[in-house]
């Protein structure tokens, strides 16, 4: 069982939203599509339910061409971050719909609504109605509809959005588990890449309509096959400096060098952009050939374990995620330190020819 995308794309009134897209998902397998806001999550799962019709291409499902069938002719479920329930019946009739559609045997429906309502935390409340429950336990109640449909392909668009945090974190963990279970494909769109990570399985990162990269999750955040991938997979979003080598040496910005090793010393001679996670600077030097850039601080975040640190580098903005609680005064000069292995090298297009040395050892 597999969904095939060949040359999707997606135009509406003359401006495309998705471009030429190729992208094949297999039987039982977990898929994030990473991206900010209006990258197009949301365009690419309506293309891959059939809610939309593409401009371009064919979509196939399990080796038929489905691209003009109806959405209610296919076997799929998707739940929005704007959850929707019938506000008529209770919570139990509302998972139980769609298998009373589908003819499921009387002792079959009451077994799965049971089993998914006590996953979802909605024992108690299966007798109420929609109305009366929570914001965050109406959209479990829309998740645990889709999930009991058995469908092949479950479309999940940012659903756990609107839960709080607690909730979210155990279903993160549940959600992989249960698709494991299930056998069918999932599609999970966030705009959060720690998510991406959480959930494992592949992901696709889009960026302005295109999908940049897909692969395993883990691969795609170490190895990023250019900066836009790299910044989309990276919260904050990936910090970026001038590099210049000369012979044997790297040298960043206008002060700082240090050697050019393994891959790094056989790039000709010539400029690039050197990129770093928010994560790898640090306010003191812990590796010994670390690389100590002088910055303004122009703002500071606490989180309660960890300050976010807003900078500027000689007009460029940069973010560091220190940790621990730092009492720091804006606008004063911060020394910020940064460990050469944890560098990633892009050419002048963009495209990363040195993946961060930490990445690749782990």
């Known amino acids: 069982m597999t969904l095939e995308l060949k040359g999707v794309s997606k135009v509406v009134e003359g401006q495309t939203h998705i471009y030429p897209t190729d992208l094949t998902?297999?039987?039982?397998?977990?898929?994030?599509?990473?991206?900010?806001?209006?990258?197009?999550?949301t365009s690419l799962m309506r293309l891959m339910a059939g809610l939309d019709v593409p401009a371009t291409g064919q979509i196939?499902?399990?080796?038929?061409?489905?691209?003009?069938?109806?959405?209610?002719?296919?076997?799929?479920a998707m739940v929005y971050q704007q959850f929707i329930?019938?506000?008529?019946?209770t919570v139990y009739d509302n998972i139980a719909s769609p298998m009373k559609l589908m003819g499921v045997d009387r002792a079959e429906i009451d077994r799965r609504v049971r089993d998914t309502a006590e996953l979802m935390k909605l024992t108690p409340m299966l007798n109420r109605k929609p109305l009366?429950?929570?914001?965050?336990?109406?959209?479990?109640?829309?998740?645990?509809?889709a999930l009991v449909k058995n469908a092949g392909l479950v479309?999940?668009?940012?659903?756990?959005?609107?839960?709080?945090?607690?909730?979210?974190?155990?279903?993160?963990?549940?959600?992989?588990?249960?698709?494991?279970?299930?056998?069918?494909?999932?599609?999970?769109?966030?705009?959060?890449?720690?998510?991406?990570?959480?959930?494992?399985?592949?992901?696709?990162?889009l960026w302005e309509g295109r999908v940049t990269q897909f692969g395993l999750t883990p691969d795609v955040y170490r190895q990023p096959v250019d900066a836009t991938t790299a910044r989309v997979f990276s919260d904050p979003p990936m910090n970026f400096l001038a590099v210049?080598?000369?012979?044997?040496?790297?040298?960043?910005?206008?002060?700082?060098?240090?050697?050019?090793?393994?891959?790094?010393?056989?790039?000709?001679?010539?400029?690039?952009?050197?990129?770093?996670?928010?994560?790898h600077l640090e306010i003191g030097q812990h590796a010994a050939d670390a690389m100590a850039f002088?910055?303004?601080?122009?703002?500071?975040?606490?989180?309660g374990s960890e300050t976010f640190v807003h900078l500027d580098h000689h007009g460029q903005r940069w973010v560091g995620l220190i940790h621990g609680v730092h009492d720091l005064k804006l606008g004063e000069d911060l020394t910020v330190w940064l460990d050469p292995r944890h560098v990633y090298v892009f050419d002048e297009q963009g495209k990363m020819i040195a993946p961060a040395s930490y990445a690749l050892a782990a």
């Open 25 to 41: 998902l297999e039987k039982g397998t977990m898929n994030v599509l990473l991206g900010p806001t209006l990258s197009g999550k």
């Open 60 to 76: 196939i499902w399990q080796g038929k061409d489905v691209t003009g069938m109806r959405v209610q002719d296919r076997k799929v």
């Open 85 to 89: 329930n019938y506000p008529s019946m």
């Open 132 to 145: 009366e429950l929570s914001g965050g336990q109406q959209q479990r109640c829309a998740l645990a509809r």
């Open 155 to 205: 479309l999940l668009d940012e659903p756990l959005a609107n839960l709080d945090y607690k909730l979210r974190e155990e279903l993160r963990i549940e959600i992989p588990k249960i698709f494991e279970e299930s056998g069918s494909i999932f599609v999970y769109a966030t705009t959060e890449p720690e998510e991406a990570l959480l959930l494992g399985g592949n992901t696709a990162t």
């Open 244 to 279: 210049t080598k000369a012979g044997g040496q790297l040298t960043f910005g206008n002060n700082q060098s240090t050697q050019a090793m393994g891959r790094l010393a056989d790039l000709p001679d010539g400029n690039y952009t050197a990129g770093f996670r928010p994560n």
């Open 294 to 303: 002088t910055t303004q601080l122009t703002v500071t975040e606490l989180t």
